[in-house]
């Protein structure tokens, strides 16, 4: 059974200053994503990662995949207010059909 | 686009009633899903499609049912509420996993409470 571990859970920063959060899975998979969640909202696609080595980057945030570690990041640079919310990494069990398991969010609060 | 549309955004049940959940997407997405979200946690799928007429479990399917008549509609279905359904669900919808963006594009949740 495919379990999905984020690390960690909760994240309290100052502005300007960098941090990664950690997504470790546990069976092989090629495809991960990256959502965002604000407070009572919907869920917001950020990055999709499909192979190994796969790193896309947006803005301050920054994700890679390293399929044979089971292991994805997501980088924050020089945190800002507006990067306040919950990130949840998901990874398809399937391979193909988008059965995603989500991992548990990590909430940041990045404070001025 | 409206893109993902779900119905109601909020509705309180008595254990034992039953209800439908409604979405609808427009984008002509093949895949669609339904999750449940409890507080402080991660989604968890219940049931998803590949296209209408195709519906198959995920990893919480119990007490709920779904039908894909349409590409459009995923309908979720609660049987005698049970307070364990209080949750918020979302449903999402996908143009499939052999795209280069076949990330899931959420709609904005319905709050249910069961008393």
């Known amino acids: 059974e495919l379990k999905v571990e984020q690390n960690p859970l909760f994240l309290s920063m100052q502005e300007g200053k960098n941090y990664t959060i950690y997504c470790n899975y546990s069976?092989?998979?090629?495809?991960l994503y990256w959502y965002r969640q604000d407070p009572g909202k919907s869920l917001e696609s950020l990055f999709v990662l499909l192979s190994n080595g796969a790193v896309k980057q947006e803005g301050r945030l920054m994700a890679s995949l390293d399929t044979k570690a089971r292991l994805s990041t997501l980088h924050i640079t020089a945190a800002v207010h507006d990067l306040s919310a919950t990130y949840f990494c998901?990874?398809?069990?399937?391979?193909?059909?988008?059965?995603?398991?989500f991992g548990q969010g990590t909430t940041l609060q990045v404070k001025p | 686009n409206a893109g993902v549309t779900q119905t109601p955004k909020f509705r309180i049940l008595k254990i034992g009633q039953s209800m439908t959940l409604q979405c609808t997407q427009d984008m002509n997405h093949n895949y669609m899903y339904w999750y449940r979200q409890d507080p402080g946690m991660g989604l968890k799928l219940i049931y998803y499609?590949?296209?209408?007429?195709?519906?198959d479990k995920g990893e919480v399917p119990n007490g709920y049912n779904v039908s894909r008549s349409t590409t459009e509609d995923f309908p979720l279905r609660l049987e005698l509420a049970a307070p364990s359904q209080t949750s918020v669900y979302f449903c999402?919808?996908?143009?499939?996993?052999?795209?280069?963006?076949?990330?899931?594009?959420f709609g904005p949740g319905t709050r249910l409470t069961v008393l």
């Open positions: 069976t092989t998979s090629d495809r």
């Open positions: 499609s590949v296209g209408a007429g195709i519906t």
């Open positions: 999402a919808s996908s143009p499939g996993t052999q795209t280069s963006t076949d990330t899931q594009y």
């Open positions: 998901a990874v398809d069990s399937s391979g193909n059909t988008g059965k995603l398991i």
